[in-house]
Nanobody
Framework: QVQLVESGGGLVQAGGSLTLSCAAS????????MGWFRQAPGKEREFVGS????????DYADSVKVRFTISRDNAKKTLYLQMNSLKAEDTAVYYC????????????WGQGTQVTVSS
């Protein structure tokens, strides 16, 4: 069965860096686009960024462009989110998700990892 497990969250000071990982299993990871999303307290889940199956294209929300980088290692079946210059407003639960190639929507989600940025 499809599983996505995020890790790497934690508490970091503003201006600091953190790298999240998402370990995938139960499907052919290298053939799916993947995405990162986040949900802050009291807010709706929002798109952070995405990457195509072979890392040819990436896309980012304006709020994280330049500061965040998405990458993947298909051999390790792992998705990454490198976050630099973190701000208090980046505090949220971060989720990875698999993009369905037919519908274009995200069909499987991890359980999330908490990122807290102290100002």
């Amino acid at each position: 069965q499809v599983q996505l497990v995020e890790s790497g969250g934690g508490l970091v000071q503003a201006g600091g860096s953190l790298t999240l990982s998402c370990a995938a299993s139960g499907f052919t990871f290298g053939t799916y686009g993947m995405g990162w999303f986040r949900q802050a307290p009291g807010k709706e889940r929002e798109f952070v960024g995405s990457i195509t199956s072979r890392s040819i294209n990436t896309d980012y929300a304006d709020s994280v462009k330049v500061r965040f980088t998405i990458s993947r290692d298909n051999a390790k079946k792992t998705l990454y989110l490198q976050m630099n210059s973190l701000k208090a407003e980046d505090t949220a639960v971060y989720y990875c998700a698999r993009r369905n190639p037919v519908s274009g929507s995200y069909d499987y989600w991890g359980q999330g990892t908490q990122v807290t940025v102290s100002s």
